[in-house]
């Protein structure tokens, strides 16, 4: 049997520190890209653009966003909540020299720090009611490391534009 035909493709940049300062661009999926974390209404908000009108664990999602930001440290800059996954704008700035800040994070454990907290927000809303939890991300994350201004606006310009695009997006199904 062909060993390579079942080996995956590494999602991360090859010899680079994911702990360095700068800006990162994370897209992170629901399990089997299932429409869990809310939906987009045609007209949603007060200028009539569509919106995501966010899901109980959609809105577990958006509350979670604020408890990856460390400060000084980790911060983030823009996100977009869709149906089924998340677009973020992180900014990784220089440690502190305070070591009580725990400024010891890089981006995988950002994401996992956040995909883990989402996870134990909304067992805890399954627990309480009886249900099954399920499955909540897919695995892993797709990362865009920023490389300049121009990059960095038209990623901006992209998490501002998703909802309005969603039936265009490469997750829509």
């Not at 080996?7 to 429409?35: H, M, S, V």
């Not at 911060?75 to 800040?101: C, E, F, G, Q, W």
């Not at 009611?129 to 992209?158: C, F, P, T, V």
Request: proline share 5%.
């Amino acid at each position: 049997m062909d060993n390579h035909r079942f080996r995956r493709k590494p999602l991360r940049l090859d010899n680079y520190d994911y702990a360095t300062n700068g800006i990162y661009f994370i897209t992170i999926c629901t399990y089997q890209k299932q429409k869990t974390l809310g939906v987009i209404l045609r007209r949603g908000d007060p200028c009539g653009l569509p919106r995501t009108q966010l899901s109980e664990l959609g809105n577990i999602a958006e509350e979670t966003i604020r408890e990856i930001e460390i400060d000084g440290c980790i911060m983030v800059d823009k996100y977009v909540i869709m149906p089924n996954h998340i677009h973020l704008l992180i900014k990784l700035t220089a440690p502190i020299p305070d070591s009580r800040k725990g400024c010891h994070y890089d981006i995988p454990q950002t994401v996992s720090k956040y995909k883990s907290l989402v996870a134990c927000k909304w067992l805890s809303v399954c627990k309480s009611r009886n249900q099954y939890m399920g499955s909540i991300w897919q695995r892993s994350y797709h990362d865009h490391i920023i490389r300049n201004e121009q990059d960095y606006l038209a990623r901006w310009k992209y998490i501002d534009e998703n909802p309005l695009k969603w039936e265009y997006d490469k997750y829509y199904r």
